[in-house]
């Protein structure tokens, strides 16, 4: 399966930040027994590049680089193992360097304009972030009908109480969010926590999607 499929058939991309790359062992092992061997890794802090290379080593979770502003960090991100890499926004480097380095990219759109600037770059699945203060579900919906083949990945602003209502768009790919992943559950080192809310979010989506 490539990566996209990957990512459509777990619905989910939990948005981590690691302070500690000691620590993206634990977590990735934390994920993926909660039944979610997916990782959004952001380069939110310094720890991302060696917290990338050492979940990408176990081989049991599909791993990504999130909040990737540069063309340098796609390097690293790419160098450290990373197969699919996030923007917040839509950047014309980023993206053809992602295209350059063979690995799926996907950048943020929330309006029509940057959605048709992303399709003019070869790209028919975007982030929409941040989902909840651009128009959440209802703004995504609007957009299908001139993107009927654009497929979405709503992440801020998403979690239990509204998962329903993404996950029911049929061009919602995946959701991404954080929920699952507190940082501060992460930097306390209480992955059976981190388990257990990883188990929640995959149980809800099984029960949403039967
Ligand atoms: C991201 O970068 O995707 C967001 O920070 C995740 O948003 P959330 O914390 O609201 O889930």
Redesign the pocket.
């Known amino acids: 399966m490539d990566v996209l499929s990957l990512l459509s058939s777990a619905r989910l991309?939990p948005?981590v930040?690691l302070d500690d790359a000691a620590d993206a062992d634990a977590l990735a092992g934390a994920l993926v027994a909660g039944g979610l061997p997916v990782a959004?890794v952001?380069f939110?802090t310094s720890a991302a590049a060696d917290s990338i290379r050492a979940m990408s080593a176990r081989g049991d979770i599909l791993v990504g680089a999130?909040?990737v502003l540069t063309v340098a960090q796609v390097d690293q991100a790419v160098a450290a193992g990373a197969s699919f890499v996030?923007s917040?926004g839509l950047s014309r480097a980023v993206v053809e360097r992602c295209q350059d380095k063979g690995v799926l990219a996907l950048p943020g759109a929330v309006t029509a304009t940057e959605v048709q600037a992303a399709l003019e770059l070869g790209i028919t699945t975007v982030?929409f972030?941040?989902?909840?203060t651009s128009g959440g579900a209802a703004a995504i919906k609007a957009l299908a009908a001139p993107f009927g083949d654009v497929r979405f990945v709503p992440?801020?602003?998403?979690?239990p109480k509204n998962l329903a209502e993404y996950l029911a768009i049929p061009t919602v790919a995946a959701v991404?969010?954080?929920?699952m992943v507190p940082r501060n559950l992460v930097k306390s080192g209480d992955f059976a926590d981190i388990q257990a809310l990883t188990a929640e979010a995959v149980a809800m989506v099984r029960t949403l999607l039967a």
């Open positions: 991309v948005v930040v959004e952001t939110r999130g909040t996030v917040p982030k972030f941040p989902a909840g992440t801020g602003g998403v979690g991404g969010g954080s929920w």
